[in-house]
C-alpha cells in the first residue's frame, strides 16, 4: 500500500549474520563492557557519596529547618503578629501571643512576643511563605538544616527551645548560613 | 593405610569442608562487590574493614528471621528440600584434588578428599541428585510459582547434563581415566612441553562452562529462580535459614564447578615450570628434594585456588553482564545447538587421537 | 555378612515396601530413589564402582527426576485416586501372588556359585575391566545399543528443530 504522507521508511529485517547467530562474539563485547566499569569503579573515584560521613551539597537557595532570629543585640525579634501562621498554606504553626514584663527589654525587641511557637514539620511543605509574610524578619528557612527523622510523631513538633537562634554570635546566622568568625566577631562588638 | 594416615586424610577431608563454607560464605560478599564495581558502586563497605564482616551480618540476619511454613504445604518434605540441596552440594567437593602431596618422613598426605578411581562419575552423580533439593522444595510448597521453578530445574538440569557429559567424554577420551587426580597428573610430564587440556579442548570447554552455568542455576540461565516470572522460582515460600541454605548451596555449586572445570581443563594443581623450579630449589638452594616436592604442592594448592576465584569471578562478571535467556531458547541452546556440538567434538578428537595430533 | 551389606538391606527392602505402600505418589517416588541409592551401596560393596556411579547418574539422576517431572505436574492425591472395585483388588491379589509363587518356585532350589576367596579378582568391577569386556566380548551388542541411543538422542533434535517459517515469538 502507498504510504499516504510517502515519509515512511520501510525497514527491512535482514537474517542475522553468522557471528550474530553465534552469539558469543557480543557477550565478549558485553563482558569487556563491563569490565572497563569494573577497572573505572576499582581505580577511580566513584560517585557514590557515602553518607554519614560525605554529605551532598546544598544549594544556596535550599530551604530548609527553620529559626526564629534574633536582632543585633540578642533579642528575639518575633512580635506573634500571627501573619506566617496566616500565611502558611499547611497550617503548621501555631503561636501564643504574651505582653513583654518590666525588666524583658533585653529579652524581646517588641512589646508584645510569642509565648509560645510551634511549628509542625510533619505538616510543613517547607514553601518560604512564612519567611516573606514576616514584617519583622524573624523567622527564615536555614540553607544548611534539614528537619532530620525521628522515632516519635511528637517529636517533629518544633517549639521555641528548638527554633529560637543561640544567643552566642558564633552559633548565630544569617540567611540560614552560619557566621563566619568575622560576620561574629562584627555581631559581637555591635551588641556590645 | 595406616590410622596415622586415615587421621591426616580425615583433617584434609574437615579442611575441604570447611573452605567450601568458607568461600561459599565470602562468595555472597564477592557477588555483592562485584555486581557493584561493574555498575559503578561502593557495595557493601559498613560492617568491618571494606565490609569484610559483611557474611557474618547476613547469617546472623538469617538465623534470626522468621521459620515460615506456607498453608497446605508438606512439612517434612519442606525441610527436607533446603538439606538435600546443601548435602549435595558439599558431598561434591570431597574427589576434587587440591593440590599433589605433602610428604613428612613417612607419612604422605594427599591434597584430595578421598581418591576414588570413578572421581568424575562421582562428581556427575552427586551434581544430578542436586536437582532433587530444588524439585522436593519446590513441590513441597504447595504454591504455583515454586512448582513451576522446580520443574524448570529438573529439565533444565537434565538438558544442560546431557552436553555437558558428551563434552566430557572428549577428556575422558584423551585421558583414558576418570580418576581427577590422574587427569590433572596427565596435564603436565616433567621435561617436555605438555599443554593443559584447555588448548586440546577449546570446544569442549566452551560447552562444558556453558552447562556449567545451566547446571548451577546461574544467570544467563537462571530460569528456575527467574524473579521477573516467578516471583522468586522454587525458594518463593522459603524464609530465614532455609532460604539461606538455598542460597549457599548456590555458592557451593559454584565454586564445585569452578574446582572441576580448573582440574579438567586448566591443569589443577600443576603451574608452568613447576618441574624446573624444583629443580632450581634441590640444586641450587639445597634443599632435600622432598622440601622441595612440600614446596611445589604448597605453590601448586595456591594455584588450584587462584584458578577457582578466576572462575568465580567469571561467573560473576558474566551474572552481572548478560540479560536472562528466554525458557525456549534456553531449551534449544542445550539440544539443538550445545548436544550436536558435543557430539562434533567427540568425533573431532576421535580423528585428531587417531591421526596422532593429540594424545 | 557385614553389617554395612545388612543395614543397606535392610534400608532397601524398607523402601522398596515404601515405594509400593506410600500413598503420596511423590513420596513412592522418593522412596524409590531411596532405594536406587542402596542398590548402588551394593555395587560398592561388590567392588563395582563403575556401575554405582552409572546408577545413581542414569536411574536416581536422570530417569526419576523425569518421574517426578510428570507426577508433580498431574498433581496425584488420594482425593483424585478413583475408588477400586473389590473385585478389581481381589484380582489383583491373585495375579501378584501367582507371581510371588513363580518366583518361589524358580529360586526355590538355585545355589548360588559362590566365589572362591584365594583367587578371587578384586578389580573384576573397575572402569577399565567392564570397558575390556564391553569392547571385546560383547563390542556388537555394545555398539548396537549405543547407536539406539544416538537415533533417539537425534530425533529428539530433531524434534526440537524450527521448522522453516515457524517463529515462537
Same mark, same amino acid.
Request: charged residues 15%; aromatic residues 12%.
Given at each position: 500500500?502507498?504510504?499516504?504522507?510517502?515519509?515512511?521508511?520501510?525497514?527491512?529485517?535482514?537474517?542475522?549474520?553468522?557471528?550474530?547467530?553465534?552469539?558469543?562474539?557480543?557477550?565478549?563485547?558485553?563482558?569487556?563492557?563491563?569490565?572497563?566499569?569494573?577497572?573505572?569503579?576499582?581505580?577511580?573515584?566513584?560517585?557514590?557519596?557515602?553518607?554519614?560521613?560525605?554529605?551532598?551539597?546544598?544549594?544556596?537557595?535550599?530551604?530548609?529547618?527553620?529559626?526564629?532570629?534574633?536582632?543585633?543585640?540578642?533579642?528575639?525579634?518575633?512580635? =506573634? /503578629?500571627?501573619?506566617? $501562621? +496566616?500565611?502558611?498554606? *499547611?497550617?503548621?504553626?501555631?503561636?501564643?501571643?504574651? @505582653? #513583654?514584663?518590666?525588666?524583658?527589654?533585653?529579652?524581646?525587641?517588641?512589646?508584645?512576643?510569642?509565648?509560645?511557637?510551634?511549628?509542625?514539620?510533619?505538616?510543613?511543605?517547607?514553601?518560604?511563605?512564612?519567611?516573606? =509574610? /514576616?514584617?519583622?524578619? $524573624? +523567622?527564615?528557612?536555614? *540553607?544548611?538544616?534539614?528537619?532530620?527523622?525521628?522515632? @516519635? #510523631?511528637?517529636?517533629?513538633?518544633?517549639?521555641?527551645?528548638?527554633?529560637?537562634?543561640?544567643?552566642?554570635?558564633?552559633?548565630?546566622?544569617?540567611?540560614?548560613?552560619?557566621?563566619?568568625?568575622?560576620?561574629?566577631?562584627?555581631?559581637?562588638?555591635?551588641?556590645? | 593405610?595406616?590410622?596415622?594416615?586415615?587421621?591426616?586424610?580425615?583433617?584434609?577431608?574437615?579442611?575441604?569442608?570447611?573452605?567450601?563454607?568458607?568461600?561459599?560464605?565470602?562468595?555472597?560478599?564477592?557477588?555483592?562487590?562485584?555486581?557493584?564495581?561493574?555498575?559503578?558502586?561502593?557495595?557493601?563497605?559498613?560492617?568491618?574493614?571494606?565490609?569484610?564482616?559483611?557474611?557474618?551480618?547476613?547469617?546472623?540476619?538469617?538465623?534470626?528471621?522468621?521459620?515460615?511454613?506456607?498453608?497446605?504445604?508438606?512439612?517434612?518434605?519442606?525441610?527436607?528440600?533446603?538439606?538435600?540441596?546443601?548435602?549435595?552440594?558439599?558431598?561434591?567437593?570431597?574427589?576434587?584434588?587440591?593440590?599433589?602431596?605433602?610428604?613428612?618422613?613417612?607419612?604422605?598426605?594427599?591434597?584430595?578428599?578421598?581418591?576414588?578411581?570413578?572421581?568424575?562419575?562421582?562428581?556427575?552423580?552427586?551434581?544430578?541428585?542436586?536437582?532433587?533439593?530444588?524439585?522436593?522444595?519446590?513441590?513441597?510448597?504447595?504454591?504455583?510459582?515454586?512448582?513451576?521453578?522446580?520443574?524448570?530445574?529438573?529439565?533444565?538440569?537434565?538438558?544442560?547434563?546431557?552436553?555437558?557429559?558428551?563434552?566430557?567424554?572428549?577428556?575422558?577420551?584423551?585421558?583414558?581415566?576418570?580418576?581427577?587426580?590422574?587427569?590433572?597428573?596427565?596435564?603436565?610430564?616433567?621435561?617436555?612441553?605438555?599443554?593443559?587440556?584447555?588448548?586440546?579442548?577449546?570446544?569442549?570447554?566452551?560447552?562444558?562452562?556453558?552447562?556449567?552455568?545451566?547446571?548451577?542455576?546461574?544467570?544467563?540461565?537462571?530460569?528456575?529462580?527467574?524473579?521477573?516470572?516467578?516471583?522468586?522460582?522454587?525458594?518463593?515460600?522459603?524464609?530465614?535459614?532455609?532460604?539461606?541454605?538455598?542460597?549457599?548451596?548456590?555458592?557451593?555449586?559454584?565454586?564445585?564447578?569452578?574446582?572441576?572445570?580448573?582440574?579438567?581443563?586448566?591443569?589443577?594443581?600443576?603451574?608452568?615450570?613447576?618441574?624446573?623450579?624444583?629443580?632450581?630449589?634441590?640444586?641450587?638452594?639445597?634443599?632435600?628434594?622432598?622440601?622441595?616436592?612440600?614446596?611445589?604442592?604448597?605453590?601448586?594448592?595456591?594455584?588450584?585456588?587462584?584458578?577457582?576465584?578466576?572462575?568465580?569471578?567469571?561467573?560473576?562478571?558474566?551474572?552481572?553482564?548478560?540479560?536472562?535467556?528466554?525458557?525456549?531458547?534456553?531449551?534449544?541452546?542445550?539440544?539443538?545447538?550445545?548436544?550436536?556440538?558435543?557430539?562434533?567434538?567427540?568425533?573431532?578428537?576421535?580423528?585428531?587421537?587417531?591421526?596422532?595430533?593429540?594424545? | 555378612?557385614?553389617?554395612?551389606?545388612?543395614?543397606?538391606?535392610?534400608?532397601?527392602?524398607?523402601?522398596?515396601?515404601?515405594?509400593?505402600?506410600?500413598?503420596?505418589?511423590?513420596?513412592?517416588?522418593?522412596?524409590?530413589?531411596?532405594?536406587?541409592?542402596?542398590?548402588?551401596?551394593?555395587?560398592?560393596?561388590?567392588?563395582?564402582?563403575?556401575?554405582?556411579?552409572?546408577?545413581?547418574?542414569?536411574?536416581?539422576?536422570?530417569?526419576?527426576?523425569?518421574?517426578?517431572?510428570?507426577?508433580?505436574?498431574?498433581?496425584?492425591?488420594?482425593?483424585?485416586?478413583?475408588?477400586?472395585?473389590?473385585?478389581?483388588?481381589?484380582?489383583?491379589?491373585?495375579?501378584?501372588?501367582?507371581?510371588?509363587?513363580?518366583?518361589?518356585?524358580?529360586?526355590?532350589?538355585?545355589?548360588?556359585?559362590?566365589?572362591?576367596?584365594?583367587?578371587?579378582?578384586?578389580?573384576?568391577?573397575?572402569?577399565?575391566?567392564?570397558?575390556?569386556?564391553?569392547?571385546?566380548?560383547?563390542?556388537?551388542?555394545?555398539?548396537?545399543?549405543?547407536?539406539?541411543?544416538?537415533?533417539?538422542?537425534?530425533?529428539?533434535?530433531?524434534?526440537?528443530?524450527?521448522?522453516?517459517?515457524?517463529?515462537?515469538?
Amino acid at each position: 500500500m502507498e504510504s499516504l504522507s510517502k515519509r515512511a521508511k520501510v525497514l527491512t529485517k535482514k537474517p542475522m549474520t553468522l557471528a550474530e547467530r553465534a552469539y558469543l562474539p557480543a557477550i565478549f563485547q558485553g563482558l569487556s563492557i563491563t569490565m572497563q566499569h569494573f577497572f573505572r569503579a576499582a581505580t577511580k573515584k566513584q560517585v557514590t557519596i557515602r553518607y554519614p560521613e560525605e554529605t551532598r551539597p546544598f544549594s544556596p537557595v535550599f530551604r530548609g529547618l527553620h529559626v526564629l532570629k534574633r536582632d543585633e543585640k540578642g533579642r528575639e525579634r518575633c512580635t =506573634a /503578629c500571627g501573619l506566617c $501562621a +496566616v500565611a502558611c498554606p *499547611a497550617e503548621a504553626i501555631t503561636m501564643v501571643a504574651g @505582653e #513583654r514584663k518590666k525588666g524583658e527589654e533585653g529579652l524581646y525587641r517588641e512589646e508584645k512576643y510569642a509565648v509560645s511557637y510551634e511549628i509542625n514539620m510533619l505538616r510543613c511543605i517547607f514553601c518560604g511563605l512564612c519567611e516573606e =509574610a /514576616c514584617p519583622k524578619a $524573624a +523567622v527564615y528557612l536555614q *540553607a544548611d538544616k534539614m528537619a532530620p527523622p525521628r522515632f @516519635e #510523631r511528637d517529636e517533629f513538633i518544633y517549639g521555641k527551645d528548638r527554633l529560637v537562634e543561640p544567643v552566642s554570635p558564633d552559633l548565630r546566622s544569617k540567611r540560614g548560613i552560619q557566621l563566619t568568625p568575622e560576620q561574629a566577631a562584627t555581631l559581637r562588638t555591635q551588641t556590645a | 593405610m595406616t590410622l596415622e594416615t586415615l587421621g591426616w586424610q580425615g583433617l584434609v577431608i574437615l579442611v575441604v569442608f570447611g573452605l567450601s563454607l568458607l568461600i561459599a560464605t565470602y562468595c555472597t560478599y564477592a557477588e555483592r562487590v562485584i555486581a557493584a564495581f561493574l555498575q559503578d558502586r561502593v557495595g557493601p563497605d559498613r560492617a568491618g574493614p571494606f565490609g569484610l564482616a559483611q557474611p557474618l551480618a547476613d547469617a546472623v540476619k538469617m538465623f534470626t528471621k522468621e521459620e515460615f511454613f506456607p498453608a497446605g504445604a508438606n512439612r517434612a518434605l519442606f525441610i527436607f528440600g533446603p538439606c538435600l540441596a546443601m548435602i549435595t552440594a558439599l558431598m561434591s567437593s570431597a574427589v576434587i584434588p587440591f593440590g599433589n602431596f605433602l610428604q613428612f618422613g613417612s607419612t604422605v598426605v594427599h591434597l584430595q578428599g578421598i581418591e576414588i578411581n570413578v572421581g568424575m562419575l562421582y562428581v556427575f552423580g552427586i551434581v544430578s541428585l542436586g536437582v532433587y533439593g530444588i524439585m522436593i522444595g519446590g513441590w513441597a510448597s504447595n504454591n504455583k510459582f515454586s512448582l513451576l521453578g522446580a520443574i524448570r530445574a529438573a529439565s533444565q538440569n537434565i538438558s544442560y547434563e546431557l552436553a555437558m557429559g558428551l563434552a566430557l567424554i572428549a577428556v575422558l577420551m584423551m585421558s583414558g581415566t576418570l580418576s581427577l587426580r590422574e587427569i590433572t597428573l596427565q596435564q603436565s610430564v616433567a621435561g617436555e612441553w605438555h599443554f593443559w587440556n584447555v588448548v586440546k579442548q577449546p570446544l569442549g570447554f566452551i560447552i562444558f562452562i556453558v552447562c556449567a552455568f545451566a547446571e548451577t542455576n546461574r544467570t544467563p540461565f537462571d530460569l528456575p529462580e527467574c524473579e521477573t516470572e516467578l516471583v522468586g522460582g522454587y525458594h518463593t515460600e522459603y524464609s530465614s535459614m532455609k532460604l539461606g541454605l538455598y542460597l549457599f548451596a548456590e555458592y557451593i555449586n559454584v565454586f564445585v564447578a569452578s574446582a572441576v572445570m580448573s582440574v579438567l581443563y586448566f591443569g589443577g594443581f600443576n603451574f608452568p615450570f613447576q618441574y624446573e623450579l624444583r629443580d632450581w630449589l634441590v640444586s641450587s638452594r639445597g634443599m632435600e628434594l622432598v622440601t622441595a616436592q612440600n614446596i611445589i604442592t604448597i605453590l601448586g594448592a595456591v594455584g588450584v585456588f587462584l584458578k577457582i576465584f578466576a572462575f568465580i569471578f567469571f561467573f560473576m562478571w558474566v551474572r552481572w553482564t548478560l540479560p536472562r535467556f528466554r525458557y525456549d531458547q534456553l531449551m534449544r541452546l542445550g539440544w539443538t545447538i550445545l548436544i550436536p556440538l558435543a557430539i562434533f567434538n567427540i568425533l573431532l578428537t576421535g580423528g585428531l587421537i587417531t591421526f596422532g595430533v593429540i594424545k | 555378612m557385614s553389617p554395612l551389606f545388612l543395614f543397606l538391606s535392610f534400608v532397601a527392602l524398607l523402601s522398596a515396601l515404601g515405594v509400593v505402600l506410600a500413598k503420596n505418589p511423590v513420596h513412592s517416588v522418593l522412596f524409590l530413589i531411596l532405594t536406587f541409592f542402596t542398590l548402588s551401596g551394593h555395587y560398592l560393596l561388590l567392588n563395582a564402582q563403575f556401575l554405582a556411579a552409572v546408577n545413581i547418574i542414569v536411574y536416581a539422576g536422570a530417569i526419576m527426576v523425569l518421574f517426578l517431572f510428570v507426577i508433580m505436574f498431574l498433581n496425584l492425591n488420594e482425593d483424585t485416586e478413583p475408588h477400586k472395585p473389590a473385585l478389581a483388588k481381589f484380582a489383583a491379589a491373585i495375579a501378584g501372588g501367582s507371581l510371588l509363587l513363580i518366583l518361589v518356585a524358580a529360586l526355590r532350589n538355585v545355589s548360588p556359585a559362590g566365589y572362591d576367596p584365594a583367587n578371587f579378582d578384586s578389580q573384576i568391577g573397575m572402569v577399565d575391566r567392564l570397558g575390556m569386556v564391553l569392547f571385546r566380548d560383547y563390542a556388537l551388542p555394545f555398539e548396537l545399543a549405543s547407536v539406539l541411543l544416538l537415533a533417539a538422542m537425534v530425533g529428539s533434535v530433531m524434534l526440537g528443530k524450527r521448522e522453516t517459517g515457524e517463529r515462537n515469538f
